[in-house]
């Protein structure tokens, strides 16, 4: 089995900034895709960013020049950095690993989801 476990989540000030962390544990062979999405209140969960094993990085449109993400694949890590944060950024933030062989099983990959991290904006 694979776990995720997110870190970072907390209350910020509207302008602040905040870094997730989420480290990928258990039998695993190899990450295609890890990332992050989003769900705030009463709202579908929706992608905020994710990066290959290679380094292609694709953001949400609204993300773009404020948050970053990057990989560590040796620890099978991924992190956000996010700026300049608004209200509008409030909402429970999970990481995801896409594509994930295991030792179990190498023939075919699974999604794993972590438990998710609140992110909260306001003063």
């Known amino acids: 089995q694979v776990q995720l476990v997110e870190s970072g989540g907390g209350l910020v000030q509207p302008g602040g900034s905040l870094r997730l962390s989420c480290a990928a544990s258990g039998s695993i062979v190899s990450i295609d895709v890890m990332g992050w999405y989003r769900q705030a209140p009463g709202k579908e969960r929706k992608l905020v960013a994710e990066?290959?094993?290679?380094?292609?990085?694709r953001y949400a449109d609204s993300m773009k020049g404020r948050f970053t993400i990057s990989r560590d694949n040796a620890k099978n890590m991924v992190y956000l950095q996010m700026n300049s944060l608004k209200p509008e950024d409030t909402a429970v933030y999970y990481c995801?690993?896409?594509?994930?062989?295991?030792?179990?099983?190498?023939?075919?990959?699974?999604?794993?989801w972590g438990q998710g991290t609140q992110v909260t904006v306001s003063s």
């Open positions: 990066i290959t094993g290679g380094g292609t990085i």
């Open positions: 995801i690993a896409d594509r994930v062989a295991t030792t179990s099983n190498v023939h075919s990959t699974s999604t794993y």
